[in-house]
């Protein structure tokens, strides 16, 4: 059985990163223990129809905030990593300089400290120089920094295609399968796949 991935929401714009991750790993099968920021509950009312209710059950376990105690704030307890999915940059001043004042930074802190993965989808623009400099502290300890990011190449139809994309990539990061976006396979005749391929994948 695989190991749990946490994932916690904060209040940057784009709830809807994490909320969607949610969604898409309880439909893997993927076991999430989920830490949702009180910003976070206000900002779902702000950008989506969902309810912090409607969150939680998306969720295998949920943790308050203010747990410090919760399993999550152990390195004993194993998981396969964290996404903070969007990640404010007052979460990413307090991953960067170890201010380990809730559960959604202690959380951090201890996949850094145990070596694990820890995605930080970072929403902010534009990034003057403390934001950069956060970033960098943040990545010198060993923090993936991933900013959703559209990209654009899998031409995508709707929101969601995007939303998808930067949820997929930071999938990657924990080493989580799935089939959220089309991967770039290379352009041009020397990187298309022979006949026989394509009819076989069809």
Request: proline share 4%.
């Amino acid at each position: 059985m695989s190991l749990p991935l946490i994932v916690a929401i904060t209040g940057a714009t784009g709830v809807v990163y994490g909320v969607e991750m949610l969604r898409v790993l309880k439909a893997l099968g993927q076991e999430t223990h989920l830490i949702l920021s009180e910003a976070a509950g206000m900002n779902l009312a702000i950008e989506t129809e969902y309810t912090v209710d409607d969150v939680r059950r998306l969720a295998s376990v949920v943790y308050s905030n203010k747990d410090v105690g919760a399993a999550v704030a152990s390195g004993s307890f194993r998981t396969r990593g964290m996404i903070v999915a969007p990640c404010t940059v007052k979460t990413l001043s307090a991953i960067a300089n170890s201010f380990t004042y809730n559960l959604v930074v202690r959380a951090a802190d201890v996949q850094l400290k145990e070596g694990r993965k820890l995605v930080l989808m970072v929403r902010e623009t534009p990034l003057h120089k403390g934001h950069l400099e956060l970033m960098t502290r943040a990545a010198d300890c060993g923090a993936v920094i991933l900013p959703p990011m559209p990209a654009f190449y899998h031409q995508p139809q709707t929101i969601m295609d995007i939303i998808h994309q930067s949820i997929g990539k930071a999938l990657d990061q924990v080493g989580i399968e799935h089939q959220l976006f089309k991967r770039w396979t290379g352009h041009g005749p020397a990187a298309q796949p022979c006949a026989e391929v394509v009819r076989t994948v069809a």
